[in-house]
């Protein structure tokens, strides 16, 4: 098959233990490490979870590539403007946030040049908690590379499609479709032909990796279903040049430079490796007699803690969906949630919030922060006649946290942020009437 035929076709099925080779007979059989493996090439192994972490857990890949990974310089500091940590000297901020579509850039400028954090929580250090980014860029990176040893990356593309050359393969992403780079995983972002710019979200997770929820009562369907998750089939290059690494260690960004192209990985097998999910194929579930259900039931992925049922990250969506809940207040309810609540929207509108909250915007409602329907939001759905209604182009969606997030002074200090969001509730006068007497 043709190097250009083979790009872009993925393998079915959840952390399966998969197996890929671009050149037929690349892959050992029978072991991993044989004393001299197909074609000269070296294994090497990426392990996404500690060697001991018990069967169910273990997350693990070996790769056979043209050159080791040691093969590169010594790491020196870098610094992408945007890619920040919070400033630990301010108090995290309670107040709720939101904020207008990133602002497209007019300058040339890649994915991770593009990346500016809006806020983090919990610990890198302890692998607890996660990074929130968002992205702008319009340029393909070409000679530049880049790994997180931080967490995993879970990118929601709002605008503009990627091409995403991974180590192990190369992923198509497109606006409605999410992908999971692998902590570790060597990639390069570039533009899909006809996208000049693109525009998303990524939740970077340093705690336990990704994880389909269970389903409890639902049963043993409904939700996502592993099926529809996607890895790539290994690709390769050999391409010499002059090119740099990026690495993402401990909140900071390294550099080394090397002469080859890092995505030289010709045969991969194991559980480790990236993917994506069309969220269109998630089954939503919902109500069909009252009351609005906590939106744990619209979750797609979760990072668990050591704390049943608490989330390190959930990853949840509000899709197009029927509203038929009888005698119900529909939209999301007045509420003080003790996990914390970042939230994006890929198109359309929320619901909770039909303006204000853009496309390419995001809200932060943290731990006990009280929020909910804006005032024209309740007007509307407490005095419209119930019947059934398809909510359609929406796709809005939220990462949840048992922690606190810590906003950086980038993004409190935005040009773009709304400093008045919590006017859109004051409009809430009291309407009690109690009877006489
Ligand atoms: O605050 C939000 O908009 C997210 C949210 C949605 C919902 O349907 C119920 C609770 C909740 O926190
Ligand atoms: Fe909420």
Redesign the pocket.
């Known amino acids: 098959m043709a190097a250009a035929d083979r790009e872009l076709q993925y393998m079915s099925g959840f952390h399966n233990d998969f197996q890929t080779e671009a050149l037929p007979g690349a892959l050992p059989i029978g072991r991993n490490s044989p004393q001299r493996a197909p074609y000269g090439l070296y294994p090497e192994q990426l392990s996404g979870t500690a060697f001991t972490a018990p069967r169910a857990a273990n997350r693990r890949s070996w790769l056979y590539r043209t050159q080791p990974s040691v093969v590169q310089a010594e790491y020196r500091r870098s610094g992408t403007a945007g890619l920040q940590l919070p400033n630990c000297d301010e108090p995290p901020d309670p107040n709720p946030m939101r904020w207008d579509p990133l602002p497209i850039p007019q300058a040339p400028i890649d994915f991770i040049a593009g990346l500016l954090t809006y806020c983090v929580n919990g610990d890198i250090a302890t692998q607890a908690g996660c990074g929130i980014h968002l992205y702008a860029c319009n340029q393909d990176m070409t000679d530049t590379f880049f790994y997180d040893a931080d967490g995993e990356l879970l990118i929601v593309p709002q605008l503009g499609e990627l091409l995403v050359h991974t180590e192990m393969g190369r992923l198509a992403l497109a606006p409605g479709e999410i992908a999971v780079i692998p902590r570790g995983v060597k990639f390069q972002v570039r533009l899909a032909p006809g996208t000049k710019t693109a525009r998303g979200y990524v939740c970077e997770n340093f705690g336990t990796l990704l994880q389909l929820p269970e389903r409890g009562p639902i049963g043993a369907n409904g939700l996502a279903s592993a099926r529809d998750f996607l890895t790539p089939i290994a690709a390769y290059e050999q391409r010499m040049g002059d090119f740099t690494l990026l690495a993402k260690f401990q909140g900071h960004l390294w550099a080394c430079t090397l002469d080859h192209s890092p995505l030289d990985v010709v045969a991969w097998h194991g559980n480790y490796a990236p993917y994506k999910y069309p969220l269109t194929r998630f089954n939503v579930i919902n109500t069909v007699s009252f009351d609005?259900?906590?939106?744990s039931i619209?979750t797609v992925l979760s990072s668990p803690s050591a704390t049943p049922g608490t989330a390190n990250l959930d990853f949840?969506i509000?899709p197009p969906r029927w509203l038929v809940a009888e005698d119900t207040f529909r939209?999301?309810?007045f509420?003080r949630?003790v996990m914390s609540?970042f939230?994006g929207l890929v198109h359309g509108a929320?619901d909770?919030?039909a303006e204000g909250f853009q496309p390419g915007g995001a809200?932060l409602?943290n731990c006990l922060t009280p929020?909910?329907p804006d005032a024209k939001a309740f007007k509307t759905a407490t005095q419209t006649p119930l019947q059934p209604v398809y909510l359609s182009d929406t796709l809005?969606f939220?990462f949840?946290s048992r922690y606190p997030y810590r906003v950086t002074a980038q993004a409190l200090n935005a040009s773009f942020r709304q400093h008045d969001y919590v006017q859109v509730w004051q409009d809430l006068a009291p309407q009690f009437d109690p009877p006489p007497g």
């Open positions: 609005h259900p906590d939106p619209f949840v509000f939209p999301p309810y509420h949630n609540e939230m929320y909770a919030k809200s409602h929020h909910g809005a939220m949840e």
